[in-house]
Nanobody, 127 residues
């Protein structure tokens, strides 16, 4: 099982970025998927989580209305589209997956329950 997050970078406030999470060795659609972030000095937090078992897509308050998730099954890749970015969105972003079938809200509130993590990608929002 291997996950690789990419697409981070430096963007101005109000700008957009699309992060990608590419999977190898397994099929993503069998797993719940979460996007998490960790800013310096802060705990890792769930941004957006998807579970086909329970809850569909859960958005953290910080992501509601600005972030969306999409999937390309042919590429076995999940994307996090981030719009209207703010300086407080600056963090290392991680994708993670889990096979257990908990709710999306559960996963976003309990990152430790995610079984597999990719390496993070840095997002910096600054003028």
């Amino acid at each position: 099982v291997q996950l690789q997050a990419s697409g981070g970078g430096l963007v101005q406030p109000g700008g957009s970025l699309r992060l990608a999470c590419a999977a190898s060795g397994f099929t993503l659609d069998a797993y719940a998927i979460g996007w998490f972030r960790q800013a310096p000095g802060k705990e890792r937090e769930g941004v957006l989580c998807f579970s086909s078992s329970v809850g569909g897509t859960y958005y953290a308050d910080s992501a509601e209305g600005r972030f969306t998730i999409s999937r390309d099954n042919g590429k076995n890749t999940v994307y996090l589209q981030m719009n209207s970015l703010k300086p407080e969105d600056t963090a290392v972003y991680y994708c993670a997956i889990d096979p257990k079938g908990y709710s999306s809200r559960w996963y976003c509130s309990r990152p430790d329950d995610m079984a597999y993590w990719g390496k993070g990608t840095q997002v910096t929002v600054s003028s």
